[in-house]
């Protein structure tokens, strides 16, 4: 079976300390290698203010991971989010061919990352 390539976004949840958000992370890593995946890279944006309040919470630490896995593990990964209590919202993206070259040309620097800019009301957005 070939693998698929995948993007899956995190936010988990603020309380959280630093080394309890990076555990959370890692988990997810040994998840995707456990189930035959394999890793293409990771982009942590840490703590950042939310659009709107989820559960309360204002802010929340963002992951993003890109990697290649079979079709199946999809409902896999998305089931193993679903039952953390750390992880407040996901989204899990089938990448076409398009997605990945831009991905990795973004990976080389060769495409500047996006910009955060302040709104009016103070807050940041993407």
Request: charged share 25%.
């Amino acid at each position: 079976m070939s693998l698929v390539n995948y993007e899956s976004a995190i936010i988990l949840t603020p309380v959280l300390s630093e080394a309890q958000m990076q555990e959370a992370v890692k988990s997810y890593r040994q998840l995707v290698a456990e189930h035959g995946g394999v890793m293409v890279g990771e982009t942590n944006w840490g703590l950042t203010k939310l659009a709107y309040p989820i559960k309360k919470k204002s802010t929340g630490f963002y992951h993003f991971f890109e990697f290649q896995a079979n079709s199946d593990f999809q409902a896999i990964l998305e089931t193993a989010y679903s039952r953390d209590e750390r992880v407040l919202r996901f989204l899990n993206l089938k990448l076409d061919k398009h997605a990945v070259v831009y991905n990795e040309r973004k990976r080389k620097g060769e495409i500047a990352p996006a910009k955060k800019y302040e709104s009016k009301e103070g807050g940041s957005s993407i």
